[in-house]
């Protein structure tokens, strides 16, 4: 099944692709992303030739308040395992 990514974390990605230092490799920041490098790889590209989807205003209010999983807070972490555990499949 194909997934599906939202703008804002597509241009967010894009960013820390370009802003990486020169020890960092695309594919460790697409293996921290959980992308492929091709699709990273394709998602600069389409930012570079400003091809990509107009992000909603919410996408662009929203895109300082995102993060990563990997990058919540334990409370984050454990207030989502309390709130997800009431969901079903």
């Given at each position: 099944?194909?997934?599906?990514?939202?703008?804002?974390?597509?241009?967010?990605?894009?960013?820390?692709?370009?802003?990486?230092?020169?020890?960092?490799?695309?594919?460790?920041?697409?293996?921290?992303?959980?992308?492929?490098?091709?699709?990273?790889?394709?998602?600069?590209?389409?930012?570079?030739?400003?091809?990509?989807?107009?992000?909603?205003?919410?996408e662009i209010t929203s895109m300082n308040n995102d993060k990563?999983?990997?990058?919540?807070?334990?409370?984050?972490?454990?207030?989502?395992?309390?709130?997800s555990g009431s969901l079903t499949?």
């Amino acid at each position: 099944m194909k997934r599906s990514y939202s703008t804002s974390f597509k241009i967010q990605a894009v960013e820390k692709s370009l802003n990486r230092n020169d020890n960092t490799t695309l594919t460790e920041i697409a293996a921290s992303l959980g992308v492929g490098v091709s699709t990273l790889c394709t998602w600069t590209t389409k930012a570079k030739n400003q091809e990509f989807e107009t992000a909603s205003k919410n996408e662009i209010t929203s895109m300082n308040n995102d993060k990563r999983p990997q990058d919540w807070s334990l409370e984050e972490r454990f207030n989502m395992i309390v709130e997800s555990g009431s969901l079903t499949e």
